[in-house]
C-alpha cells in the first residue's frame, strides 16, 4: 500500500510540473507569415514535406526573405537545419488528414498545435532512449533521470519553445548512445552487423538537425572508452565504413535537393557577411593561440558561473561534466578524458564565436552534453553523495528558473541589444538573470503568470468557466492586460476534446519512463 501511494504521489507530482512547464503561449493560433529566423524555418521544413509535398517554400516565405538562402535557380530556402522539420513531418502529415476528415474549421491552427507537441514526444522518447540504455532497476533511478534533464533547461525547447532544434539535438544523441549501447550488448552477428552499418548512417541523418554538431561522430569512442569496449567491434568492421559512405551520400542529396549544391559545409549557405566566418577565422590563427587561450578560459568561467545562465547554477548535469573530467584525469583513465574533452569540447566553440549565451533560455549549445552525461553519473558517480545532493538540489532550482523564467520584467530577456555577461553586445540577454530570477519569486503576480500561462492554468480555467466567469474573478486581484485577453479568447475556443486527448497523451508519457523498466 506503501509503495502504491509512493508511484502515485511521484506521477501526480511529475504530472503538475510537466502541466506548468508546458506553456500555452502561441500554441493555438499559427504565428508565422513569412521570413526564415529560426523558429519559423523549422516549422516551414515541416510545412512544405507534409502539407505541400514538396521543397518549394514560396507559399511559407510569402516573399518575405528575411535570412532565406537564394539558390543559383532563385528559390529561396530557409538556411537553418533540414533535420528538426523532418521529424516532424510525419506528425503533421496525419494531422493534416484527421483535421480534413474531421472537416476541423481551422485547419492550420489544428495542425500547429500538433506541432507543437512533436518536441514533447522527442524528448519523452529520448528519456525512454536514455532509461532502456541505462537499464534503470528502480523508481529512484528513473527519477533521477527525469529530474536531470528537467533540471538543465531542455525541457523549456520542448515545453515552450517548441519550435527550435534543440530537443531534436538531444534525441540525436541519444539515439547515438543507444544504438552504440546495442552494438557491444548484443550477440547476434547478423543483428549486430546490421547495427554498426546503421551507425554512421543515422549520425549523418541527425547531423541534419545541427550541421556543427559534430561531437555525435565522437559518441562511440567515448562510449568505448568509458565502458572498456574493444572499439574493433565498430571500427574494424568494413560494413561501418559502408554505412559512412551511404550516410555521406544520403547527408549531400540533402544538400544538393535543399539548396541546390552538394555541400558538407555549412558555409556555403551562410548569409554574406557572416560575422562567424570572421570569428573563426580569427580564432584559429596560430599567431592568436595564447591571446585565445586566455580568451577561452575567460569565456569557459562565464559560462559556469555568470548570472547569465551560468550553468552551475542552471544546467548543473552539465556542470557536472568538469568533475567528471578530473575524476577521470585523477584515474589516469586517459584516453578517455582525451575524447571526453573533444566531445566538451565542440557544443563550446559555438558560444567563444557568438560570444553569448544563445538569445534564449539556457547555453542551449550545451544540451547535447546532458544524455552522455547522465550517462556517465549512472556508470561511477551515482553512489557520491555530494555529488548527489549538488544534482538534486540545483536540478530542483533548475526546474524554478524555467517556471519563473519571463515571469517578471526582472527575469526576462531583453528586447534590443545589451551588453552581456561576454562584455559583447546582443539582444536577449539579461546579464543580471540569476538576480532577477530571485526577487521575481517574491512577487505575486509571478506566480499568477506561471499559472496561468501553462496547461494547468487551462485546467483551473476551463473549470471555473463551468460555473462563472473566470475573467469577472481574475479582474478582482489582477490586471488584464491584451496578451492575457487574447490567452483568455484562445483558452475557451480550445474545446474540452483536445484538452483531454493533451492530458491523457502526457500522463502516458510519463508513464513510459517513471516507472522501472527491468527487474
Request: hydrophobic share 50%; with cysteine; aromatic share 20%.
Amino acid at each position: 500500500m506503501l509503495k502504491v501511494k509512493k508511484h502515485f504521489l511521484a506521477y501526480s507530482l511529475l504530472t503538475l510540473i510537466v502541466l506548468l512547464l508546458l506553456k500555452v503561449d502561441y500554441r493555438f493560433e499559427e504565428i508565422y507569415s513569412g521570413g526564415a529566423q529560426d523558429d519559423s524555418s523549422y516549422y516551414y521544413h515541416a510545412q512544405t514535406i507534409a502539407i505541400d509535398k514538396d521543397l518549394d517554400y514560396t507559399n511559407q516565405l510569402n516573399g518575405n526573405l528575411i535570412d532565406a538562402h537564394i539558390r543559383e535557380d532563385n528559390k529561396p530556402v530557409p538556411r537553418q537545419s533540414f533535420g528538426p522539420g523532418l521529424l516532424s513531418a510525419p506528425f503533421l502529415f496525419f494531422s493534416n488528414l484527421i483535421s480534413k476528415y474531421l472537416q476541423i474549421s481551422s485547419n492550420t491552427s489544428f495542425n500547429y498545435l500538433t506541432y507543437s507537441f512533436v518536441a514533447c514526444f522527442y524528448l519523452f522518447l529520448s528519456l525512454v532512449l536514455l532509461k532502456k540504455t541505462i537499464k534503470v532497476k528502480n523508481t529512484s533511478e528513473s527519477s533521477k533521470i527525469l529530474l536531470f534533464t528537467f533540471g538543465s533547461g531542455v525541457t523549456y525547447y520542448a515545453f515552450e519553445r517548441f519550435s527550435m532544434s534543440v530537443v531534436y539535438e538531444f534525441f540525436s544523441v541519444c539515439l547515438v548512445i543507444y544504438l552504440v549501447n546495442k552494438i557491444f550488448q548484443v550477440d547476434e552477428y547478423k543483428y549486430k552487423k546490421f547495427l554498426i552499418f546503421l551507425l554512421p548512417i543515422v549520425q549523418f541523418f541527425m547531423l541534419m538537425n545541427r550541421w556543427n554538431n559534430i561531437h555525435l561522430f565522437i559518441v562511440p569512442v567515448v562510449y568505448a572508452c568509458l565502458y572498456k569496449n574493444n572499439l574493433k567491434e565498430i571500427f574494424g568492421k568494413v560494413y561501418f565504413y559502408l554505412g559512412n559512405i551511404f550516410g555521406i551520400g544520403l547527408f549531400l542529396i540533402h544538400t544538393k535537393l535543399l539548396y541546390g549544391i552538394f555541400t558538407l559545409s555549412q558555409q556555403s549557405i551562410a548569409a554574406p557577411g557572416w560575422i562567424v566566418t570572421e570569428r573563426v577565422e580569427k580564432f584559429f590563427k596560430i599567431e592568436n593561440l595564447f591571446s585565445n587561450i586566455l580568451f577561452s578560459f575567460k569565456y569557459f568561467i562565464n559560462t559556469c558561473f555568470s548570472m547569465e545562465f551560468g550553468i552551475f547554477y542552471f544546467s548543473a548535469i552539465i556542470f557536472s561534466s568538469i568533475i567528471f573530467l578530473i575524476y577521470y584525469l585523477f584515474n589516469k583513465r586517459y584516453k578517455l578524458v582525451f575524447f571526453l574533452s573533444i566531445f566538451y569540447l565542440v557544443p563550446f566553440l559555438p558560444i567563444l564565436v557568438f560570444e553569448n549565451h544563445a538569445g534564449s533560455y539556457g547555453f542551449r549549445y550545451l544540451f547535447t552534453l546532458i544524455p552522455l552525461n547522465i550517462i556517465i553519473y549512472f556508470k561511477d558517480f551515482s553512489n557520491v553523495k555530494a555529488l548527489n545532493i549538488y544534482l538534486v538540489a540545483f536540478s530542483i532550482f533548475g526546474i524554478f528558473s524555467q517556471l519563473f523564467f519571463e515571469s517578471t520584467p526582472l527575469s526576462s530577456l531583453s528586447e534590443g541589444t545589451i551588453t552581456n555577461s561576454f562584455n559583447s553586445q546582443s539582444a536577449y540577454s539579461n546579464p543580471d538573470y540569476l538576480l532577477g530570477l530571485i526577487k521575481s519569486l517574491l512577487v505575486p503576480t509571478a506566480y499568477l503568470k506561471v499559472i496561468f500561462t501553462s496547461f494547468f492554468g487551462v485546467l483551473i480555467i476551463k473549470f471555473i468557466n463551468i460555473l462563472f466567469s473566470f475573467e469577472e474573478l481574475i479582474e478582482n486581484y489582477y490586471t488584464i492586460d491584451n496578451q492575457l485577453s487574447e490567452l483568455l479568447v484562445s483558452i475557451n475556443k480550445f474545446s474540452w476534446i483536445y484538452f483531454m486527448v493533451i492530458i491523457s497523451l502526457i500522463v502516458l508519457s510519463i508513464r513510459s519512463i517513471l516507472y522501472k523498466t527491468y527487474e
